[in-house]
Nanobody, 122 residues
């Protein structure tokens, strides 16, 4: 069975950093682009940062403003979201998903993880 499992969320102070991981199994990971999406209370789910089949193809939402790095290690079947200079407004549940991705576009494809909570608060 195909699945994605996020980890690495937690509580961090404003200005702090977190690295989220997305572990894939049960499908050919290297044949799928991966997106990171987030949903805050009362807000709609939206794309954050996404990576194509290779690390040279990445997408970032405007609000990222250079703070995040998205990557993948196909040998480990894992994608990552390195988040730096976190802000309270980054507080959300973060999901990874298979996605359609280029440098200007990221849309969910068909498989989601369960999500990991990120809370940015002092």
């Amino acid at each position: 069975q195909a699945q994605l499992v996020e980890s690495g969320g937690g509580l961090v102070q404003p200005g702090g950093s977190l690295r989220l991981s997305c572990a894939a199994s049960g499908f050919p990971f290297g044949d799928f682009a991966i997106g990171w999406f987030r949903q805050a209370p009362g807000k709609e789910r939206g794309a954050v940062s996404c990576v194509g089949y290779i690390n040279s193809v990445t997408y970032h939402a405007d609000f990222v403003e250079g703070r995040f790095t998205v990557s993948r290690d196909n040998a480990k079947n894992t994608a990552y979201l390195q988040m730096n200079n976190l802000r309270p407004e980054d507080t959300a549940i973060y999901f990874c998903a298979t996605a359609w991705v280029d440098n200007t576009y990221c849309e969910w494809r068909d498989l989601w993880g369960q999500g990991t909570q990120v809370t940015v608060s002092s």
